[in-house]
């Protein structure tokens, strides 16, 4: 990078924008699955050759953006996260158990690992004092004696954490992941030691002058965006600050939030829209219902209601549950109440609220839940009170994953349905939406330009 500084500033750029760069993974292409969050990834020159990045870029007047990854951490090996191989370890008494959003009580005491390809027979051994199943190592319970001359069976019964079948992922998980990708665990940032321990790298970045601005990955995924966000403003003094946030076509950031403004989705969805000329939409609708063997193009509000059902009943269903375990006791069926969270999360209109704030996007997925669902009338509108109050353990967690069923049934599926242009099935866009002209182009970049100058 500080040997390619001064390209970039040829180009015209005023700004060098770094992809995550805390220690990740061996061989990780991408960094957001950090293991380390008091060390530069060495794979990436360290913090000798982040330092001359610095130097060099302060040289020739660029500013440099760092992203960084406050929802989740990599665990796909166990022994390279010293965070996790400590809850491995420990179980509940591990001093960092509290840094991941476990349901021990759910779990029987122990943390679920997805890996086992074959539960009834998962040859596993002990070796050089861990557990072993293939190339995967797991760190045994310091407590426990003669591990080595124990069954692998015995030794894994033994410990704070089981390994189960990759197939039980979908709704007998008790830890939070990011989306549903098994090897990335999520942590409670919203406890102020673990937001201090995670962040003292970053913060240090900011107030040495290496990097002057953070794009926030998936804040979203937080049970306090806001909250976050502020701390994150107060501690680093209030430098440049964006959230890799989707908005919905009108959809605006809360005001309260210390940010500057998005990572850009929705003027990347606004200017591809002003160059798609709207006369052609009638000759793709036909085509896009010929290919479908239909007479008429796909409505895309049915087509995303199935997309995110099928989605919040599979391979998010474990998230549904928790949500469930965590609503206030009734008497209600736990499959009749799974159904109407389900239900819920299909229909909500935006990514998430942030309560108080967009408490009217809960109540519209309530009338479309009731209007396509009316035999869950009653129950609906019990959950309608619990979900709208944010001193509810379980409206908080319908928060978090309400973004997780929409990404995850929108951009991951139904954008590879809905093809009538592919252009348009970009993340932050919405393709329902064809075409936009000229005038009303300028209209949102002045409302841009207003509200978010920079």
């Known amino acids: 990078v500080a040997a390619t500084a001064d390209y970039v500033r040829s180009l015209g750029a005023d700004w060098l924008y770094l992809s995550p760069l805390l220690a990740s993974h061996d061989g990780s292409d991408h960094g957001y699955d950090v293991v380390d969050h008091a060390r530069v990834d060495p794979a990436r020159g360290g913090a000798d050759g982040l330092d001359r990045m610095a130097a060099r870029a302060r040289e020739i007047g660029l500013g440099v953006l760092v992203d960084i990854v406050p929802n989740h951490v990599g665990v796909e090996s166990a022994l390279a996260n010293p965070w996790w191989c400590d809850v491995l370890r420990n179980g509940p008494s591990s001093e960092h158990a509290e840094a991941f959003d476990i349901d021990w009580e759910f779990g029987g005491g122990k943390l679920r690992l997805p890996v086992l390809g074959d539960e009834s027979d998962p040859q596993l051994t002990v070796e050089d004092g861990t557990l072993r199943y293939g190339a995967l190592a797991f760190p045994l319970r310091p407590d426990l004696p003669d591990a080595d001359r124990r069954s692998a069976d015995e030794v894994h019964a033994a410990q704070h954490y089981e390994l189960v079948n990759w197939r039980r992922a979908d709704g007998d998980l008790n830890y939070r992941r990011f989306f549903a990708v098994n090897t990335l665990a999520a942590v409670r940032v919203e406890l102020p030691w673990v937001f201090r321990e995670s962040h003292a790298e970053v ?11 953070v794009r926030v990955d998936h804040p979203d995924g937080l049970v306090d965006p806001g909250g976050y966000l502020d701390a994150l403003a107060a501690a680093t003094g209030g430098c440049y600050l964006v959230v890799e946030k989707i908005l919905h076509p009108g959809e605006r950031l809360p005001s309260s939030w210390p940010v500057d403004g998005t990572t850009g989705y929705e003027a990347l969805a606004e200017i591809d829209r002003v160059l798609v000329d709207p006369t ?3 000759t793709f609708d036909a085509l896009d ?3 479908r063997g239909d007479d008429e193009p796909a409505d895309w509000s049915d087509l995303i209601h199935s997309t ?10 474990s998230e549904v549950r928790r949500i469930v375990r965590e609503l206030p006791a009734t008497e ?3 499959d009749t109440l799974e159904d109407a969270v389900a239900e819920l ?7 998430r609220s942030y309560l108080p704030a967009g408490a009217e996007h809960l109540e519209s997925a309530v009338a479309e839940a009731r209007r396509r669902r009316p035999d869950l009338d009653g129950v609906l509108t019990e959950l309608a009170a619990v979900l709208a109050d944010p ?16 990404a995850k049934g929108v ?10 242009l592919g252009s348009l099935t970009e993340v932050g866009g919405d393709p329902s939406l064809f075409a936009i002209d000229v005038s009303e182009f300028h209209a949102l970049q002045q409302r841009r330009a207003a509200s978010a100058p920079r």
């Open 332 to 334: 209600r069926p736990a």
């Open 203 to 213: 913060v240090r970045w900011i107030h040495d002058g290496i990097a002057h601005g």
């Open 345 to 351: 999360l299909t229909c909500f209109p935006v990514y």
């Open 289 to 291: 219902a010929e290919l």
């Open 280 to 282: 052609g939409q009638g």
């Open 411 to 420: 951009e991951d599926t139904a954008f590879y349905r809905f093809t009538r």
């Open 308 to 317: 995110k059902r099928a989605i919040a009943d599979g391979i998010l269903r």
């Open 391 to 406: 001193a509810e353990p379980a409206a908080l967690r319908f928060q978090q994953t309400s973004g997780m069923v929409t």
